[in-house]
């Protein structure tokens, strides 16, 4: 059984950066890509960015310069910071497990930005 | 805006059928496969259909999905109150090198 677990900080004020780390236990992490996806309170889906096992990222172009996924391999885990957050980024946090099938999801993390 | 167009709602009764929409380009939909979730009010989305038509182990075979050129359709039979939810079309833009998603649509069982 896939399990992803997710975990970071809630709160943030405006130009501090989102940190936010995705577990993966009970399958391979290898051969997968690894995304980060947000939801904005009553909205719909947003793609933030990917990383495929090797390492390699494909980030969403209105994140791409704010944005960095990178892999822990030795942990099964992945991360996600997006630098000089403003209130637009208050969203709720998913981390998955695919690309166009995103087969496991992970619980979701709320973070708000506010002064 | 998203990059691909979804009914914001539709409706049906009990046990009858419902079809959402999903409309896209050949950057998208049109070469790449298509995904539908399903989330439920306060949890995470869940996988119903991958590879435009394919079912993961433990959804209903009430629940299907179809292509055909740079749309998609999701297709929900023997309506049920437990469909209550948005749902979710998504695939990968090879133009934009991204993921994409529909902006979702609200299934109101009447």
């Known amino acids: 059984q896939v399990q992803l677990q997710q975990w970071g900080a809630g709160l943030l004020k405006p130009s501090e950066t989102l940190s936010l780390t995705c577990a993966v236990s009970g399958g391979s992490f290898s051969t997968y890509y690894w995304s980060w996806i947000r939801q904005t309170p009553g909205k719909g889906l947003e793609w933030v960015g990917e990383i495929h096992h090797s390492g390699s990222t494909n980030y969403s172009p209105s994140l791409k310069s704010r944005v960095t996924i990178s892999l822990d391999t030795a942990n099964n885990q992945f991360s996600l910071k997006l630098r000089s957050v403003t209130a637009a980024d208050t969203a709720v946090y998913h981390c998955a497990r695919g690309r166009e099938r995103l087969s496991y999801w992970g619980q979701g993390t709320l973070v708000t930005v506010s002064s | ?110």
């Open chain 2, 1 to 110: 805006q998203s990059v691909l167009t979804q009914p914001p709602s539709v409706s049906a009764a009990p046990g009858q059928k419902v079809t959402i929409s999903c409309s896209g380009s050949s950057s998208n939909i049109g070469n790449n496969y298509v995904s539908w979730y399903q989330q439920l009010p306060g949890t995470a989305p869940k996988l119903l259909i991958y590879d435009n038509n394919k079912r993961p182990s433990g959804i209903p075979d009430r629940f299907s999905g179809s292509k055909s050129g740079t749309s998609a359709t999701l297709g929900i039979t023997g309506l049920q109150t437990g469909d209550e939810a948005d749902y979710y079309c998504g695939t990968w833009d090879s133009s934009l090198s991204s993921g994409v998603f529909g902006g979702g649509t609200k299934l109101t069982v009447l």
